[in-house]
T-cell receptor, first 109, second 117 residues
Framework: GQNIDQPTEMTATEGAIVQINCTYQ??????LFWYQQHAGEAPTFLSY??LDGLEEKGRFSSFLSRSKGYSYLLLKELQMKDSASYLC??????????WGAGTKLIIKP | IAGITQAPTSQILAAGRRMTLRCTQD?????MYWYRQDLGLGLRLIHY???????GKGEVPDGYSVSRANTDDFPLTLASAVPSQTSVYFC????????????????FGEGSRLTVL
């Protein structure tokens, strides 16, 4: 079956750096997405990786290794507003989007 | 403001009742989707539509139906609600499509919280 694994919950300190990992086993691969979802709100797009390597976008970066079935989202200079759930999703060979359960990130002062 | 509008925001209904969740987008996106989100689970696709006039089944379609009469609207109907359909429902759209998925980012509505008693 197809599977996306992410840690359920992580805690970090304001101003620090945190890395949220995502491993996947899917039928083919056509890209990996990261979304941010604040409690009670809709998910919003953060990043899309289809080639190996690091994509940087301000304080957020996303890394992909297709051979390892692995991605991470790196958040720098953490702010309280970064407290949210981070969802990893993979587009498989049929262009079906497979979602992980999300990682709840708690930021402490 | 451009985007996706869902209604109602929240609803409590008795088991056995019929319910339609409305979804409208003004971005002229071809593809639209309905997901449910339950605690501890990833988003699960209920139904999708690649373009007006076509619909398809997702991962968890049983008990739900959809229609796509035009580009903008994609209502989701529960013919006879059951307690297991208690969930948060998200409508989403994307520009482009291909099978059940797409090649671009998803834009989500604010969600409809449904409780079936």
């Amino acid at each position: 079956g197809q599977n996306i694994d992410q840690p359920t919950e992580m805690t970090a300190t304001e101003g620090a750096i945190v890395q949220i990992n995502c491993t996947y086993q899917t039928s083919g691969f056509n890209g990996l997405f990261w979304y941010q979802q604040h409690a009670g709100e809709a998910p919003t797009f953060l990043s899309y990786n289809v080639l190996d390597g690091l994509e940087e976008k301000g304080r957020f970066s996303s890394f992909l290794s297709r051979s390892k079935g692995y991605s991470y989202l790196l958040l720098k200079e953490l702010q309280m507003k970064d407290s949210a759930s981070y969802l990893c999703a993979v587009l498989d060979s049929n262009y079906q989007l497979i979602w992980g359960a999300g990682t709840k990130l708690i930021i402490k002062p | 403001i451009a985007g996706i509008t869902q209604a109602p925001t929240s609803q409590i209904l008795a088991a056995g009742r019929r319910m339609t969740l409305r979804c409208t987008q003004d971005m002229r996106h071809n593809a639209m989707y309905w997901y449910r989100q339950d605690l501890g689970l990833g988003l699960r696709l209920i139904h999708y539509s690649n373009t007006a006039g076509t619909t398809g089944k997702g991962e968890v379609p049983d008990g739900y139906s959809v229609s796509r009469a035009n580009t903008d609207d994609f209502p989701l109907t529960l013919a006879s609600a059951v307690p297991s359909q208690t969930s948060v429902y998200f409508c989403a759209s994307s520009d482009g499509g291909g099978g059940q998925g797409h090649t671009g980012e998803l834009f989500f509505g604010e969600g409809s919280r449904l409780t079936v008693l």
